[in-house]
């Protein structure tokens, strides 16, 4: 069994938003209907989404490498360093994408972690409009340096993992 620490995501949240091209417009029409209650936590988001949001809402958004260039793993890892909260990534599951291993690796990185997600307007109106999202939350995460070291130890001693 393994060990688990308390996280806790802060009151005010840092949301990364992420859309594919063929769902760029559903993206910006959330943000516009979203504004208000957006404008409360700080935003993040890919390339060019992250431009149209910050440009057709005067909201402050900071922007990564486009997904393809980078941008869903820069996401990733920032989700593992803690500084991304939440994730609002309108994906489109009837385009191929050619950067969909990265696109996987973000999605399964916020359930390690256990950060909300959102992939449909649907979803992220149930997260947005959530007593949670405007309050603190803490929930139990595994502890990954734990068991990275049970596994070492047991490996050092010539145990079978």
């Given at each position: 069994?393994y ?6 995501l ?12 063929n ?5 910006l029409?959330?943000v ?7 404008a409360?936590?700080?935003l ?6 992250a431009r ?8 402050p ?7 393809p ?11 593992a360093?803690?500084?991304i909260d939440c ?5 489109d599951?009837l ?12 999605l399964?990185?916020?359930?390690v972690?256990?950060?909300p997600?959102?992939?449909n307007p649907?979803?992220a109106d ?10 603190e ?5 595994t502890n990954?340096?734990?068991a990275?070291d049970?596994?070492a130890?047991?490996?050092?001693a010539?145990?079978?993992?």
């Amino acid at each position: 069994m393994y060990q688990t620490v308390e996280l806790t995501l802060p009151a005010q949240k840092t949301i990364a938003l992420i859309a594919h091209d063929n769902k760029k417009s559903a993206m910006l029409a959330w943000v516009k209907a979203n504004r208000d209650r957006l404008a409360h936590h700080r935003l993040c988001g890919t390339g060019t989404t992250a431009r149209i949001i910050a440009d057709e809402t005067g909201l402050p958004v900071r922007a990564y490498n486009s997904g393809p260039l980078g941008g869903d793993q820069q996401i990733g890892s920032r989700i593992a360093e803690g500084q991304i909260d939440c994730v609002i990534f309108f994906w489109d599951p009837l385009t191929a994408q050619p950067h969909d291993p990265d696109v996987k690796a973000l999605l399964r990185i916020a359930l390690v972690y256990d950060i909300p997600i959102a992939n449909n307007p649907a979803t992220a109106d149930f997260m947005i409009r959530s007593p949670l999202m405007d309050s603190e939350y803490t929930r139990p995460i595994t502890n990954f340096k734990a068991a990275a070291d049970s596994r070492a130890a047991a490996f050092a001693a010539g145990e079978q993992l």
